[in-house]
């Protein structure tokens, strides 16, 4: 391969096990690996400033060309922890939600959910760096990923994403996963695979490097987040997709 492939990933503690693999030098002399927030990489995928990159789902409608590729993902089935809806009252009480500038697919994500399954109608707005101090009163806001996890020790109401869509719906959730905007060779996906499941073989060493206070990072991994693809995920995903034509 004369060109490395550029990967791109997020920087959450939820995609450490995908990417160890290639933090060791797995694939080093074939991909170029590029960290960032999960809109830049979503951007940078549509831009094709990157080939492949684990994106929100929300980005796909927005490619020219998409391929999910490898077997695995960020996902829950059920409660997920770190993306979540929180609230000073209860949700049929919320008047305004801000939405986490890091994120598409749960922005999304909550609009769906108010709409069909708590069927309330609250002001959506755009937050800002900071915008988790503006949690008070009838102003909510969905926060994702490792602020989420802080987030959980403040707020009086939680309202989990991925509980609420299995609830409603019956199936697990996918909130990224490994897509390229152009085809990729088999033998590629394959080394691609062992690279991921590398992480899966050194979880002690990874949860012993990025523990935070009051969060138990192998129940998060072991429990919270699914990681694996399957045949309900697919499904999920095609759901998802279809509703997301309905947010504006």
């Known amino acids: 391969m004369d060109k490395k492939i550029r990967v791109g990933a997020v920087s959450y503690l939820n995609t450490k096990p995908l990417i160890y693999g290639f933090e060791h ?6 991909i170029e690996l590029v960290i960032d927030y999960p809109a830049n990489i979503a951007d940078a995928l549509i831009n094709e400033q990157i080939d492949i990159g684990l994106v929100p789902m929300a980005v796909i409608p927005k490619l020219k060309e998409h391929h999910i590729i490898g077997d695995y ?5 059920g409660e997920v922890a770190s993306v979540c809806l929180f609230s000073e009252v209860p949700v049929h009480e919320i008047e305004t939600i801000i939405l986490d500038y890091q994120s598409r697919t749960s922005v999304a994500l909550v609009q769906i959910l108010m709409s069909e399954y708590w069927k309330l109608t609250p002001r ?6 900071d915008f988790r101090s ?3 009163g009838t102003t909510a806001a969905v926060v994702i990923g490792d602020r989420a996890l802080e987030q959980r020790k403040s707020s009086p109401y ?5 509980t609420a869509w ?3 719906t019956g199936l697990p959730f996918v909130f990224a996963a490994w897509v390229s905007n ?3 060779a088999d033998d590629f996906i394959k080394k691609f695979n062992e690279a991921n ?9 990874i949860v012993e490097k990025y523990s935070i206070p009051d969060i138990d990072l192998m129940k998060y991994y072991t429990q919270f987040i699914k990681f694996e693809l399957n045949i309900a995920m697919h499904e999920s995903i095609a759901l998802f997709l279809s509703k997301l034509k309905q947010v504006k």
Do not use: S
């Open 134 to 136: 503006e949690i008070k």
């Open 73 to 77: 993902c960020i996902a829950c089935d």
């Open 166 to 168: 299995k609830a409603y």
């Open 182 to 184: 152009k085809p990729v």
């Open 158 to 162: 939680i309202y989990d994403l991925g």
């Open 25 to 30: 030098g797995l694939m080093k002399d074939e």
């Open 124 to 129: 959506f707005v755009n937050g800002g760096v």
């Open 197 to 205: 499941a590398l992480g899966f073989k050194n979880m002690n060493q």
